[in-house]
């Protein structure tokens, strides 16, 4: 079931794993701001050999803390959850792994189709203008657009996903 952005054409297996933390899905939703703490020491970790560490880690936190908080909305109790970062030259791979039941799966599904839509800048801005009410999958809708993201979404088992997201930040502009 992957959903795959034309962009995406990098292999798995050339990124190279940096990072991961795992943890029950419980303990996770324990807290909020997990997604916050999570985020900064990730980004902190991650950023030390960027030529602007600190841009860098501001710009990876915002996106790693959109993607967690799109997570922590899940609301599934059971299972574990995993974030893992890897990296390509510019490109960091987030890879977020949670269970999830069926109406949690058709809206990453659905979310992550939306962003690989040719309309997808169009839908964003008018989110923004409020010509449009804002919906959940405006975070990913976001990354995608404000941050070069390529988006898919792997199916692991029948109740766990993998929301897998490429970011391109150490090749962004100042």
Request: with cysteine; charged share 25%; proline share 2%.
């Amino acid at each position: 079931m992957p959903i795959k952005a034309e962009r995406d054409v990098i292999a798995d297996h050339d990124f190279r794993a940096m990072i991961q933390i795992d943890m029950q899905i419980a303990s996770f939703h324990s807290n909020w701001t997990h997604c916050d703490y999570i985020a900064t020491y990730l980004a902190r970790t991650i950023s030390h050999n960027r030529p602007d560490s600190v841009l860098f880690s501001n710009l990876f936190s915002s996106a790693l803390n959109e993607l967690l908080e799109v997570t922590f909305r899940t609301r599934r109790l059971g299972g574990a959850f995993a974030c893992k970062v890897s990296r390509l030259g510019e490109t960091d791979r987030v890879e977020l792994t949670f269970a999830c039941g069926d109406e949690e799966r058709r809206f990453f599904e659905t979310a992550v189709s939306r962003t690989q839509e040719s309309d997808g800048r169009g839908r964003y801005l008018s989110s923004l203008s409020g010509d449009i009410a804002p919906s959940r999958d405006m975070m990913l809708l976001e990354l995608a657009v404000n941050y070069h993201a390529a988006i898919r979404l792997d199916e692991v088992d029948g109740d766990t996903i993998t929301l897998v997201v490429d970011l391109p930040l150490g090749g962004l502009a100042h």
